[in-house]
C-alpha cells in the first residue's frame, strides 16, 4: 500500500470535495454542504447559480408564472424565495441575498435627489414577497400585474443576479424603440444623466 505525502492527500482531497459538489449541483440539488462550501470563502472554486437568458413563457388566470428551467437552480438555491418591485414599466425580482443588498444601498446613501426621492418610495415601497409553489410557479401579486401590465404572454430577463418581469407587449415595444435609438418614457422623466446613473447602481 502506497501512502502519498500529508500535502498531496489534502490537495488530492480537497479537489476530490469539489468535484463532488459540482456533481450535485448539476443535478441540480441544493444541500447544507454546498451552502458551507461557498460560505467558507471558496465561491471563486465553484460558480453560483446566475439568471441568465431570455425566457417567454405564459402566465395563468391566477397570475402564477411557471420559473424558466435556467432560473431553477439560483431560485432553489435562494429557498425558493423572491422580493419582487415594479420600476421602469416592468417587475425586478431579487433572491432575498441581493434584496438585502439593494436595500443597504439605500440606507447607506445620503442627500438623496429631489428627482429621485418618490421614485425611492415607489420602489421600496412596492416590494412583495413571492415564494414559488412545489410545481415551481410563483405568483404575481395583482397590484404588480397590474402595473407592469401583466396579462398572458409575459418575458423574463435574466440580469446575473435578479431578473426582469415584462408584458410581451411592453417588452417588444421598448425593444424596438432601443434598435431605433430612441430614449425610453422612464428616462425623460429624468432630468439628469447623473441621477440615472445613480438610480441604476442603487437598484442593481
Same mark, same amino acid.
Given at each position: 500500500?502506497?501512502?502519498?505525502?500529508?500535502?498531496? /492527500?489534502?490537495?488530492?482531497? *480537497? +479537489?476530490?470535495?469539489?468535484?463532488?459538489?459540482?456533481?450535485?449541483?448539476?443535478?441540480?440539488?441544493?444541500?447544507?454542504?454546498?451552502? *458551507?462550501?461557498?460560505?467558507?470563502?471558496?465561491?471563486?472554486?465553484?460558480?453560483?447559480?446566475? @439568471?441568465?437568458?431570455?425566457? @417567454?413563457?405564459?402566465?395563468?388566470?391566477?397570475?402564477?408564472?411557471?420559473?424558466?428551467? #435556467? =432560473?431553477?437552480?439560483?431560485? #432553489?438555491?435562494?429557498?425558493?424565495?423572491? =422580493?419582487?418591485?415594479? @420600476?421602469?414599466?416592468?417587475?425586478?425580482?431579487?433572491?432575498?441575498?441581493?434584496?438585502?443588498?439593494? !436595500? /443597504? *444601498?439605500? %440606507?447607506?446613501?445620503?442627500?438623496?435627489?429631489?428627482?429621485?426621492? /418618490?421614485?425611492?418610495? =415607489? =420602489?421600496?415601497?412596492?416590494?412583495?414577497?413571492?415564494?414559488?409553489?412545489? /410545481?415551481?410557479?410563483?405568483?404575481?401579486?395583482?397590484?404588480? #400585474? %397590474?402595473?407592469?401590465?401583466?396579462?398572458?404572454?409575459?418575458?423574463?430577463?435574466?440580469?446575473?443576479?435578479? @431578473? %426582469?418581469?415584462?408584458?410581451?407587449?411592453?417588452?417588444?415595444?421598448?425593444?424596438?424603440?432601443?434598435?431605433?435609438? !430612441?430614449?425610453? !418614457?422612464?428616462? *425623460?422623466?429624468?432630468?439628469?444623466? !447623473?441621477? #440615472?446613473?445613480?438610480? +441604476?447602481?442603487?437598484?442593481?
Amino acid at each position: 500500500m502506497i501512502l502519498l505525502p500529508l500535502s498531496l /492527500q489534502f490537495i488530492t482531497y *480537497k +479537489y476530490y470535495k469539489l468535484f463532488y459538489l459540482k456533481k450535485r449541483l448539476t443535478r441540480g440539488i441544493t444541500s447544507n454542504i454546498y451552502k *458551507k462550501w461557498l460560505k467558507s470563502g471558496n465561491e471563486m472554486d465553484i460558480e453560483s447559480p446566475k @439568471f441568465r437568458g431570455t425566457s @417567454f413563457h405564459s402566465m395563468d388566470s391566477k397570475g402564477r408564472i411557471a420559473v424558466p428551467a #435556467r =432560473f431553477k437552480d439560483p431560485i #432553489r438555491l435562494a429557498g425558493g424565495k423572491l =422580493f419582487i418591485t415594479w @420600476f421602469e414599466g416592468a417587475l425586478y425580482a431579487y433572491p432575498p441575498a441581493k434584496w438585502a443588498q439593494i !436595500e /443597504q *444601498k439605500f %440606507q447607506d446613501f445620503q442627500d438623496i435627489p429631489l428627482d429621485m426621492l /418618490q421614485l425611492t418610495r =415607489f =420602489f421600496l415601497g412596492g416590494i412583495e414577497e413571492c415564494v414559488s409553489d412545489n /410545481q415551481n410557479r410563483i405568483l404575481i401579486p395583482q397590484k404588480l #400585474r %397590474q402595473y407592469a401590465k401583466l396579462k398572458k404572454d409575459i418575458v423574463l430577463i435574466g440580469l446575473t443576479d435578479y @431578473f %426582469q418581469i415584462w408584458s410581451r407587449k411592453n417588452y417588444d415595444r421598448d425593444t424596438e424603440k432601443w434598435m431605433d435609438g !430612441e430614449i425610453d !418614457e422612464h428616462a *425623460k422623466g429624468l432630468k439628469s444623466l !447623473e441621477v #440615472r446613473n445613480i438610480i +441604476y447602481k442603487l437598484v442593481t
